[in-house]
């Protein structure tokens, strides 16, 4: 770069702030813009997470199971839990091994855990948008990403807030397996989603990863063996030895996937509540929404074969583990509308056409944040379409990415994995 011209941020349309001595009066309207919005982003979640403080469902459950466990009693049975929590609680549905996590909290009063929990997630959340903005979105403006993030696929990030769940460390967790993959270090990208899968089984299928090539490695089928034998004895172990042996099967009382709505806006309930709204019973819609959940899933397999060959043939690092979030998050029965927050730094790094470009980011940004602002102003509707639009969105913008002639399928050597490998450098 020629001297006296330096780069001083990136706007809110993500166009770089380029400047020679100071900054010009457009540029520093566009920081100021940044900036107000951040701040305003950051005040309504630090709002949202004092009002929901005392709510967090989902860690009253946790600690709930946590003393049963160590009273001896089976943490499986919700009534066992309400019993302990002194009020209605949700099943607890994580393998064994998971209860131990929880056991330090109990020491701790008990409105200290909620408002250390809360506090950790939100702290959480600024870490994922810090990171997504460092590394590999230099060329996305923090008030569009921090707007997705907090406020896209209908408020996915604050559901997790809102609930206490476990969801926003698993974010975390998988965020830098990720990174640790396109860095071309197999084995902690091994460890990482072990970890993350002991809570939730399926980030175990992002271990698939170890199979593809990549211009830093080669396939590591041995790692991903030993991960899967790792992962299978620690969920499996407790249950059958010691004390979780005479317990309940940890997934015994799991909801079911179909029939959660907003809590879990995936594929399968979406399948299953089209089927309702053409006035089958509740017996064939499920029947039905499952046949027709098996072929969406096998449908979105074959259209996205071309666009996996690309990202294969490229051997980029970057990619694949982006489209690999996408696929677990469009195929999976139970994305949980949690889940979803994934999906951000996904869907801005591919960002396709319409949504290439300053103006198609923004345009992107307002769509999938749009419904999440919706709910913030106390609007919002009981219809197929609303409850489901996460899934709707993420799929149609999915469809847009693997079209035929897209970059990726066209031309592998466009793929931006270059972003994803290495941190930018000032300039």
């Known amino acids: 770069m020629s001297e006296g011209v330096r780069l001083t941020g990136v706007g809110t349309s993500g166009r770089p702030i380029v400047q020679s001595g100071r900054l010009e009066p457009l540029d520093r309207a566009r920081l100021a813009a940044d900036f107000v919005g951040v701040a305003l982003i950051a005040l309504y979640v630090g709002m949202f997470a004092i009002r929901n403080t005392l709510m967090q469902g989902d860690l009253r459950t946790y600690l709930a199971a946590a003393r049963a466990a160590l009273q001896g009693i089976d943490p499986y049975p919700p009534e066992h839990l309400t019993t302990l929590a002194r009020r209605a609680t949700l099943p607890f549905v994580y393998p064994p091994i998971t209860l131990p996590a929880f056991f330090p909290l109990l020491a701790l009063p008990h409105r200290l855990v909620l408002t250390l929990w809360m506090g950790a997630n939100v702290a959480l959340l600024a870490g994922l948008v810090v990171a997504w903005r460092r590394w590999p979105f230099a060329h996305i403006g923090l008030l569009p990403l921090a707007l997705v993030a907090v406020f896209g696929w209908n408020s996915s990030a604050l559901s997790g807030l809102r609930s206490g769940n476990i969801a926003l460390f698993e974010a975390a967790v998988l965020w830098a397996a990720l990174m640790a993959y396109a860095r071309g270090r197999r084995i902690l990208f091994a460890v990482l989603i072990v970890a ?62 179909e029939t959660m709505g907003f809590s879990n806006p995936g594929a399968l309930g979406f399948t299953t509540a089209l089927a309702q709204s053409c006035g089958l019973s509740d017996a064939y819609s499920r029947s039905v929404g499952l046949g027709a959940w098996l072929a969406l899933v096998v449908m979105l397999i074959a259209i996205s074969i071309p666009f996996l060959r690309g990202t294969l043939r490229s051997r980029g690092g970057g990619p694949l583990p982006m489209a690999a979030l996408f696929l677990i998050i469009l195929l999976g029965p139970r ?36 419904e999440g602002l919706t709910a913030a102003l106390k609007h919002g509707s009981d219809s197929v379409v609303y409850v489901y639009a996460p899934f709707l969105l993420a799929l149609c ?6 079209r035929p002639g897209s970059p990726v399928t066209s031309d592998p050597a466009r793929i931006p994995s270059q972003a994803f490998t290495a ?3 000032s300039a």
């Open 397 to 402: 913008l999915w469809l847009l990415i693997v």
């Open 335 to 370: 994305p949980m509308a949690y889940g979803f927050v994934l999906l951000t730094p996904a869907a801005l790094f591919f960002s396709p056409k319409p949504f290439a470009g300053s103006t198609g980011a923004l345009i992107l940004t307002l769509a999938l944040s749009a």
């Open 196 to 257: 993350a899968a002991c809570f939730k089984v399926m980030p175990a299928a992002f271990l698939l990863l170890l199979l593809v090539p990549t211009q830093r490695d080669l396939p590591r089928p041995g790692v991903l063996m030993a991960s899967l034998v790792a992962l299978a004895g620690l969920i499996m172990a407790p249950v059958a030895l010691g004390p979780a042996s005479r317990w309940e099967f940890f997934m015994r009382h799991l909801p079911r996937a």
């Open 423 to 425: 941190p930018p450098h």
